[in-house]
């Protein structure tokens, strides 16, 4: 039982690892760009992603639209 918590913490891991990247790429190349415009590339970079709602991609476009980088990197 032990095992498959470390598994799917590892997989977490990865899924997050994975999310924070992408949103970390698309803030150095979509800074100060229109809400929509990155919305529609954070959601075709995050399809399948787990946990990823609309309100989510929005948040983090409007970050990103204003300069900010959301994801820490």
């Known amino acids: 039982m032990a095992e ?3 598994v799917r913490a590892g997989g977490e891991y990865e899924t997050n690892r994975l999310l924070f990247g992408v949103v970390h790429e698309v803030a150095v190349g979509y800074a100060g ?3 929509p415009q990155v919305v529609a590339v954070l959601r075709r970079r995050l399809a399948g992603v787990p946990g990823m709602d609309d309100h989510g991609i929005r948040r983090i476009a409007e970050e990103i639209s204003v300069g900010r980088d959301p994801s820490g990197l």
């Open 33 to 35: 760009a229109a809400v």
């Open 4 to 6: 498959a918590a470390a």
